[in-house]
């Protein structure tokens, strides 16, 4: 990479146990990817030896975090929300500057994560646990939360904002210290997030920063010994390997959002402009780079060829561009494995006798120049075995229209991919949302909108190859705490359960004796 440095471009730094640090070894650059000439900034390339540090600095604050009032860390959480807040419009620059998509959207993701640390502020003063009955008169029960330990949070570059708070916020509230590895792609918006907690109070230790690549600072932060959890989104390979790892270490839990080839399924009695309308949005918000783009379209055969003239027609005027340019409706690719990647599955779809109905290419107008910019590709694709387009996630602006004869066979269609994540359904019928609803493997499901879009205290995860039953948001509480059942004894005497006898033959006599009334 022969980029030019930024004037005034970052120097990254990492933060372990409150202290900030400078690169000290090898750096990588943080390439802006609607001008790849330009190098925002410089970062340290984490090693084994700062994720070491970083781990062992959240172990030694964790004793004092967890025994610190859960409504002063929700407190801190309400200093975090009015820093995000003051620095809106800046953050918010960071990320579309970095991450390639539109400002309004990169200000979106901020409401976002404002909205996830405004939320678990919310809930510091919400019950941790349940007082449930006993079988015996005598006993009171209660199930409570205790935090894990040691969260690592391991996070990609479309969201970099919004998923880390999404992570960072539960972990934190209930007691966690936290090591967070942002992604290599969006390393500014990551140290900002880090910036303002520290600002807000949070103590040394319970939130370290490491930079670097996946495959060594993310791979030695999955794989420590004394991380207790790995709240992980990305790609289903990386899933993958981060849930072995869980699978052999004694302790260690996983939560984990991954990929997907969600879909919008257009019925036979769909109002045909909002489901070109919900189809767009979830093909080409943030150029298709969404875990809940829609890489597929089904539409009722009947409507088959008015939706696919009208959303053809509409996909043409969409413009694609300069992040900052307000008329602009997405902006490039994060990179060029990214760009190679969308072609040769755009290659693959011909390969596999797709009717090509638009081929957007490589962008190449002045203003695309510089950038990794792609333009749509759409197709007709009928369902057959063994089509890897209709099946596999692409991660771009390329999306498949696959015609249907049935609901029933719309949701075999549906279902026919390893993925399960995000699901739409355009009809006028409650009784067809229904069918869906219920038959269609998904994690979030949607009735006349795209299958994109989230908010923060719903559940948001997946099945199959999309996640392991772990949701993240409001519901990342779960995978960050383990219950505990605590009983007490009010009675003189012990009454087991189960109507089971608490006499033992050596202490029939003494226990008789202390069963008399004092
Ligand atoms: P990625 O899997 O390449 O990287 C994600 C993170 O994992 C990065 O921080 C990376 O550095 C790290 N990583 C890479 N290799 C690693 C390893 N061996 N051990 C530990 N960490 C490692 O994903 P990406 O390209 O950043 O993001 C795109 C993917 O994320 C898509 O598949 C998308 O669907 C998915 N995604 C899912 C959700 C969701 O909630 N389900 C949300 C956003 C993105």
Redesign the pocket.
């Known amino acids: 990479m022969a980029g030019s440095i930024l004037a005034g471009a970052w120097q990254g730094r990492q933060f372990i146990a409150g202290r900030w640090h400078a690169a000290s070894g090898e750096v990588f650059e943080n390439i802006n990817p609607a001008q790849t000439e330009q190098v925002l900034g410089l970062y340290p390339r984490g090693t084994a030896d700062d994720v070491d540090a970083a781990v062992a600095a959240a172990r030694r604050s964790f004793d004092a975090w967890r025994r610190t009032s859960r409504i002063r860390r929700g407190e801190l959480f309400m200093n975090l929300a009015n820093l995000i807040r003051r620095d809106t419009d800046q953050l918010a620059e960071v990320l579309a500057r970095e991450n390639g998509k539109v400002l309004n959207e990169a200000r979106a993701e901020i409401i976002e994560g404002l909205h996830m640390v405004e939320y678990v502020f919310g809930t510091a003063r919400q019950p941790v646990g349940q007082v449930v009955e006993s079988e015996i008169a005598g006993k009171d029960l209660y199930v409570r939360r205790k935090p894990r330990g040691v969260v690592a949070v ?6 970099p904002f919004a ?1 880390p708070l999404w992570m960072l916020g539960p972990s934190l509230l209930e007691g966690n210290t936290t090591v967070f ?5 969006t390393p500014e918006i990551g140290q900002r997030l880090v910036q303002l907690f520290e600002e807000a109070g949070f103590p040394p230790g319970t939130i370290n920063l490491v930079h ?4 060594v ?3 030695a ?2 794989r420590h010994a004394d991380v207790d959890v790995v709240a ?8 993958a ?2 849930r072995q790892l869980a699978a052999a270490a004694d302790h260690k839990t996983c939560a984990l ?4 080839k969600s879909a919008v399924i257009v019925c036979q009695d769909a109002d045909l402009r909002l489901a070109v309308n919900a189809a767009l949005l979830s093909a080409f918000k943030t150029t298709g ?4 783009s829609a890489g597929r379209v089904l539409v009722h055969r009947k409507l088959l060829d008015q939706f696919a003239r009208e959303f053809v027609d509409q996909t043409q005027r969409l413009k694609f561009g300069d992040p900052f340019d307000p008329t602009v409706f997405a902006g490039p690719m ?1 990179n060029g494995s990214g760009v190679d990647k969308v072609l040769s599955y755009n290659e693959l779809a011909r390969q596999e006798q797709a009717q090509v109905l638009l081929d957007g290419g490589r962008l190449t107008g002045p203003e695309h120049a510089q950038g990794w910019f792609l333009g749509p590709f759409v197709y007709v694709q009928e369902h057959r075995p063994a089509v890897r387009t209709i099946r596999e ?1 692409v ?1 771009g602006p390329h999306v498949a229209i696959v015609p249907f004869d049935s609901d029933e066979q719309a949701v075999e269609i549906y279902n026919d991919t390893p993925y399960g ?1 995000s699901m739409a359904v355009i009809t006028e019928d409650y009784r067809r949302w229904r069918l869906y609803r219920d038959e269609c493997d998904y994690g979030m499901g949607y009735v006349n909108l795209p299958c994109i879009g989230a908010e923060v205290h719903l559940p ?3 099945v199959k190859r ?2 392991n039953g772990q949701p ?1 948001a409001a519901a990342l509480v779960d995978a960050v705490t383990h219950k505990t059942a605590f009983t007490v004894n009010y009675d003189r005497k012990i009454i087991m359960a189960q109507g089971m006898s608490a006499e033992t033959s050596d202490n029939t006599k003494k226990s008789a004796r202390n069963n008399e009334p004092h």
């Open positions: 391991i996070t990609p570059w479309n969201f998923v590895k942002p992604s290599e792609e670097g690549t996946g495959e600072a993310g791979d932060l999955a992980f989104t990305g790609s289903y390979e990386v899933g390997h981060i959002e991954l990929g997907s780079q969404r875990c809940v994060i996630e991660f994540l948001f995860g997946g999309s996640g993240s």
